[in-house]
């Protein structure tokens, strides 16, 4: 079995910061995901990529760069932290069969 | 655009009854439909797939799938406590790289 870990589990910024959240798996899938989730909410597509240096944006990519330097890991930029924004981040990666494998989240936080 | 909805939002049922979850979706060349579990704090976790009209059961859980109608369900027999969670649907058309989500139905079971 395989293992998806973010890093860092918690992340608190300031107003208009830059911020980086980190994801490595060890699945050797192809494809990986990010997905921001709101409060008790679904999940909403940030950016994906389907193989190294590859990347597609999602629905709801404004606000974020992405960078998929090798195939193990996919990092999330948020260019320009919005005050009061709360929410979790959460990384996955594709298997053969469509199904995702989630990363534990990491939390946002914005004061 | 794929747009993908749930229903109910909520629901509390007692131990042992049958949940009955539905999804429905726009997209009528869909190829692939799948319910995933969130506890509590916790990732989102694949539970059942199904790629062609019919049922699929699989323990408690049965997944049934009607293209026509735009409609897909999850029914859980003889629900748990434990079964309390977030319920995500979610439907890939198109590229099988993309996988739209539900908002949710979140769960409680009560003992």
């Known amino acids: 079995g395989g293992i998806i870990t973010q890093t860092p589990k918690f992340l608190i910024g300031q107003e208009g910061q830059k911020l980086t959240l980190k994801c490595q798996q060890n699945?050797?899938?192809?494809?990986m995901y990010w997905y921001r989730q709101d409060s008790g909410k679904g999940l909403r597509l940030i950016y994906y990529?389907?193989?190294?240096?590859?990347?597609q944006k999602g629905d709801l990519s404004e606000g974020y760069d992405a960078s998929r330097e090798k195939k193990s890991s996919f990092s999330l930029t948020v260019t320009s932290a919005q005050k009061n924004e709360m929410a979790v981040f959460l990384c996955?990666?594709?298997?053969?069969?469509?199904?995702?494998?989630f990363g534990p989240g990491t939390r946002l936080t914005v004061l | 655009q794929q747009k993908v909805q749930q229903s109910p939002e909520s629901l509390i049922v007692p131990e042992g009854a049958m949940t009955s979850l539905n999804c429905t979706f726009s997209?009528?060349?869909?190829?692939?439909f799948a319910w995933y579990r969130q506890h509590s704090g916790k990732a989102p976790k694949a539970l059942m797939s199904?790629?062609?009209?019919g049922e699929k059961e699989e323990g408690r859980f049965t997944i049934h799938l009607n293209k026509a109608s735009l409609h897909f369900s999850l029914h859980i027999r003889d629900s748990q406590p434990s079964d309390s969670a977030l319920y995500l649907c979610?439907?890939?058309?198109?590229?099988?790289?993309?996988?739209?989500f539900g908002a949710g139905t979140r769960l409680a079971v009560c003992p």
């Open positions: 979610a439907v890939i058309s198109g590229s099988f790289n993309k996988l739209t």
């Open positions: 699945f050797n899938h192809d494809t």
């Open positions: 199904i790629f062609s009209n």
């Open positions: 996955a990666s594709r298997g053969q069969g469509g199904e995702q494998y």
């Open positions: 997209d009528s060349a869909s190829q692939y």
């Open positions: 990529s389907i193989t190294e240096n590859d990347l």
